[in-house]
């Protein structure tokens, strides 16, 4: 199992990006998928998550501005973050599995920088 995240980047308090975890080896679509972010050092914090059926959950920190979606055709799921704040920057990463803390069932991460 492979996967890889990316999107990632600068944006302003406010704005928008869309991060994307692609995957190989597994199909998305068959199992729970996770977003979490982490800064090195710090507690692991679960952001999202899709489960086998699409419905989607989120922490109430992100509640009402981050969307997860699924693209099954080509075994991607999307973080859309909308009116991001300072305390979202952090290190995103997908986590494929029904354990969002199994470091071994994700991928790199992607950066997410928020500042003025």
């Known amino acids: 199992v492979q996967l890889a995240e990316s999107g990632g980047g600068f944006v302003q308090p406010g704005g928008s990006l869309r991060i994307s975890c692609v995957a190989s080896?597994?199909?998305?679509?068959?199992?729970?998928v996770h977003w979490v972010r982490q800064t090195p050092g710090k507690d692991l914090k679960w952001v999202s998550r899709?489960?086998?059926?699409?419905?989607?959950h989120y922490a109430d920190c992100v509640m009402g501005r981050f969307i997860i979606t699924s693209d099954d055709a080509n075994n991607v799921v999307h973080l859309r973050m909308n009116y991001l704040k300072a305390e979202d920057a952090d290190r995103y990463y997908c986590?494929?599995?029904?354990?969002?803390?199994?470091?071994?069932?994700r991928g790199q991460g992607t950066q997410v920088t928020v500042g003025s």
């Open positions: 080896g597994i199909t998305l679509s068959q199992s729970t």
């Open positions: 899709v489960d086998t059926r699409d419905w989607p």
């Open positions: 986590v494929a599995g029904d354990d969002y803390r199994d470091e071994g069932r």
